[in-house]
């Protein structure tokens, strides 16, 4: 089995600051790309950040220039850093990662952390 488990969502107010942590564990042989997506109510999922294992990245135009994603490969671990935080922000932030479980697993399979909630409000 594999689990993505996420950390760190809360309240915080407009312009303020959060970390997200999301880290995989169970039978990995190859963790793939890594990445954050969002739903906030009555809206479909949206892709938010993504990160290769070799580090390259892909933000959405919406949090470029105030959300960073990183990961450690050791711990197997994804971040998003979201700092200036918006009302608009305010969502549920699932984690995501794309591996191959056993070395003879060349296509992989997608995984989901459960979410964890983010609102930002004064």
């Known amino acids: 089995q594999v689990q993505l488990v996420e950390s760190g969502g809360g309240l915080v107010q407009p312009g303020g600051s959060l970390r997200l942590s999301c880290a995989a564990s169970?039978?990995?042989?190859?963790?793939?790309?890594m990445g954050w997506f969002r739903q906030a109510p009555g809206k479909q999922r949206e892709l938010v950040a993504t990160i290769t294992s070799g580090g390259s990245t892909n933000l959405a135009d919406s949090v470029q220039g105030r959300f960073t994603i990183s990961r450690d490969n050791a711990k197997n671990t994804v971040y998003l850093q979201m700092n200036s935080l918006q009302p608009e922000d305010t969502a549920a932030y699932y984690c995501?990662?794309?591996?191959?479980?056993?070395?003879?697993?060349?296509?992989?399979?997608?995984?989901w952390g459960q979410g964890t909630q983010v609102t930002v409000s004064s």
């Open positions: 995501n990662a794309h591996l191959s479980r056993y070395v003879r697993d060349y296509t992989g399979s997608t995984y």
């Open positions: 169970g039978t990995i042989f190859r963790l793939n790309d």
